[in-house]
T-cell receptor, first 115, second 114 residues
Framework: AQTVTQSQPEMSVQEAETVTLSCTYDTSESDYYLFWYKQPPSRQMILVIRQEAYKQQNATENRFSVNFQKAAKSFSLKISDSQLGDAAMYFCAYRSQGGSEKLVFGKGTKLTVNP | NAGVTQTPKFQVLKTGQSMTLQCAQDMNHEYMSWYRQDPGMGLRLIHYSVGAGITDQGEVPNGYNVSRSTTEDFPLRLLSAAPSQTSVYFC?????????????FGNGTRLTVT
């Protein structure tokens, strides 16, 4: 079974600085999809970014980018120019390419942004 | 756009009571699912559906029932609530077009069982 590990329960960053959240996963599959979700205090789960395992190019969405290292099974999230609104829980998630509908989540990293 | 709508937002039950968490989506998504979120555990899949009339179990299905009579609705039933079911419940949906389609989540239901 696939597992997702987020080794940093909490992180903090100064406003306007850059922070990287770590995520590693364990799988024997070669094709799969990876996601980062943000959960602010409002509890809403918001998609931040997604990556297809077959794509070598790292995904980017405005200030958010990933460092996808397939061989190392690593999928870190970099937030540039951090803003107060970035403060939230961040969850890394994995989905198999076919068959299973299950999204496997990590336990999350709580990000604090200091003014 | 309403997206995924969950009701109620909060609920308190006594042990042994039953209730249904409602979930509706207006995006014509084929896939719908229920997750529970517990402190320090991330989200775990309870049940899911790949289309009307089709449901299947996820990682933690015990104590929960689901049905999918329409594309829009996917209610989650607790037949006899237990304190271990105290959690935040999320309904989610996604389109079946493309394996990389992301989940769209509802705002969650905080359930407390005393």
């Amino acid at each position: 079974a696939q597992t997702v590990t987020q080794s940093q329960p909490e992180m903090s960053v100064q406003e306007a600085e850059t922070v990287t959240l770590s995520c590693t996963y364990d799988t024997s599959e070669s094709d799969y999809y990876l996601f980062w979700y943000k959960q602010p205090p409002s509890r809403q789960m918001i998609l931040v970014i997604r990556q297809e395992a077959y794509k070598q190019q790292n995904a980017t969405e405005n200030r958010f980018s990933v460092n996808f290292q397939k061989a190392a099974k690593s999928f870190s999230l970099k937030i540039s120019d951090s803003q107060l609104g970035d403060a939230a829980m961040y969850f890394c998630a994995y989905r198999s390419q076919g068959g299973s509908e299950k999204l496997v989540f990590g336990k999350g990293t709580k990000l604090t942004v200091n003014p | 756009n309403a997206g995924v709508t969950q009701t109620p937002k909060f609920q308190v039950l006594k042990t042994g009571q039953s209730m249904t968490l409602q979930c509706a989506q207006d995006m014509n998504h084929e896939y719908m699912s229920w997750y529970r979120q517990d402190p320090g555990m991330g989200l775990r899949l309870i049940h899911y559906s790949v289309g009307a009339g089709i449901t299947d179990q996820g990682e933690v299905p015990n104590g929960y029932n689901v049905s999918r009579s329409t594309t829009e609705d996917f209610p989650l039933r607790l037949l006899s609530a237990a304190p271990s079911q105290t959690s935040v419940y999320f309904c989610a949906s996604r389109t079946g077009q493309g394996h990389n389609s992301p989940l769209h989540f509802g705002n969650g239901t905080r359930l407390t069982v005393t």
